[in-house]
């Protein structure tokens, strides 16, 4: 039997890949223009990282890592997002104490959820993150929801709905928490054993249950915006003035809870509204995480940020219709007519990829023909061609494939005649 990928990953053929790198490439030049800086951290950590970081009764937590024993006897985890690295990272070495703050950071790379696979969820997904530690300020929740939006709208997405909520602080959380407890324990046998394990280790995620959606007691539950403290309810204020300042449109949902515990007050998601999109609607999301840092070992420093996976993004252009461009252009083709001039054209195809001339040769010894379609199809803007009188006479024959227009050309000035253009 022939070996295919594991279920829940995929390869990424060339044409796809394309997309990849015109998508990662549009994302890496937003963040030099909302200034933040690359991190790279491992792709596995120690498991307790993300017991203590993303939270033990979470999904992920529970049912969703890739979690492996070392030879060395060590419990190590292939990440299944990024926040908790970076929040390592920056207490490791000490970042806090650098003069740049507050420190903002993105990166990107693969993340690993043994989930469900279906459309828009893969055991191996991409995702694209910034995080923004040291300042608690509400015009930086502001800036990190204009900066997950934009990584969409430059891209030319449209149909886009920006849903947020304040998740307070932990006097308002713990509040809330009560509320949420005295509301569901009359009715908790009628829920999934899930939710009735949520009631006891964090009542909140039973606002994030699919299977208890429709019940009665999910339709009444306790708004956490009821029980938001004066200090979090103007935190959410101004977060919301912020965005009006920027003309950035948004609803708030007070049922948005997110799926990882370490969130504090401002809580997103970026959904798609595309006809066509798949079920999972969520392209990304993000949030406010003030005790984090000091959960790991750091100080008492906030930070806030959001990931979105590269997967769905590229299925929220393919609803839209969107069109990425490419650069795939070929400058010049050689083609060599003869066992002597293969030489030749080794040395010229080397040269001007030297001088930075995109170049390509035929390498199955086609005939002339042959050589020539090989061109056509690749685009090329040029072909050189070499036959034995040029190698005696040290010169090519360049071509301008759209023109038609040729010219002899000394083999040394080749690169400079393609540069100038005719
Ligand atoms: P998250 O909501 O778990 O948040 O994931 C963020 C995004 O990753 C999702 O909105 C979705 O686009 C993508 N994603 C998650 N799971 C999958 C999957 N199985 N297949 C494809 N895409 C997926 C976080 O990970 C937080 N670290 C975000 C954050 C950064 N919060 C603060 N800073």
New binding site residues.
């Given amino acids: 039997m022939n070996i295919h990928v594991p279920r ?1 990953t995929e390869d990424l053929l060339p044409e796809t890949a394309k997309k990849w790198q015109a998508i990662e490439e549009q994302l890496i030049h937003l963040a030099q223009i909302y200034h933040y800086k690359e991190i790279r951290t491992p792709m596995f950590e120690r498991t307790e990282l993300f017991q203590r970081s993303v939270g033990d009764s979470t999904d ?1 937590v529970q049912k969703e890592m890739y979690t492996f024993q070392d030879r060395g006897g060590r419990s190590l985890t292939l990440r ?5 690295s970076v929040a390592r990272a920056y207490v490791q070495h000490k970042i806090h104490g650098s003069p740049e703050q507050p420190t903002k950071l993105y990166y990107m790379g693969p ?1 690993f ?1 043994y ?1 469900r696979p279906q459309q ?4 191996q ?1 991409t ?1 694209f ?3 923004a530690i040291g300042s608690a300020h509400p015009a930086i929740d502001a800036e990190v929801m204009a900066f997950a939006m934009a990584c969409y709208q430059s891209l030319g997405l449209k149909s886009l709905k920006l849903v947020i909520n304040s998740l307070g602080d932990k006097e308002s959380r713990e509040a809330h928490r009560n509320a949420l407890v005295d509301h569901f324990t009359p009715v908790k046998d009628e829920l999934c054993q899930d939710c009735q394990n949520r009631l006891e280790q964090n009542p909140l995620r039973l606002l994030d249950c699919k299977v208890d959606r429709d019940h009665e007691a999910m339709k009444t539950a306790p708004s956490i915006l009821d029980y938001l403290n004066e200090e979090s309810s103007r935190y959410f204020e101004h977060v919301k003035k912020h965005l009006d300042a920027m003309g950035i449109d948004y609803v708030v949902d007070d049922t948005l809870v ?3 515990d ?2 504090t007050h401002t809580a997103f ?2 959904m798609s509204e595309a006809d066509g999109f798949g079920s999972i609607t ?8 003030n005790g984090l840092i000091e959960e790991l070992g750091g100080p008492d420093i906030s ?7 590269i ?3 590229i299925m929220a252009i393919e609803a839209e219709g969107i069109e990425l461009e490419y650069d795939e252009t070929v400058d010049c083709y050689v083609i060599a007519i003869g066992e002597d001039a293969k030489y030749t054209a080794s040395n010229v195809v080397y040269q001007l990829r030297k001088d930075g001339i995109k170049t390509d040769q035929d390498y199955l010894d086609k005939k002339m023909k042959g050589q020539f379609k090989a061109a056509d199809r690749i685009g090329a803007a040029y072909v050189c061609i070499i036959g034995e009188d040029e190698v005696n006479q040290g010169v090519a024959n360049v071509k301008n494939q759209q023109s038609g227009e040729q010219k002899t050309v000394q083999i040394k000035d080749i690169s400079t005649e393609i540069k100038a253009g005719f």
């Fill in positions: 829940g992920i299944p997002e990024g926040t908790a993340m959820r989930e828009g969820r893969t055991r997904f995702q993150g910034i995080e997110r799926g990882l370490y969130y998601e970026i969520t392209l990304s999301g993000g949030g406010r995480y930070g806030i940020g959001f990931a979105l996976s997967e769905r993004l």
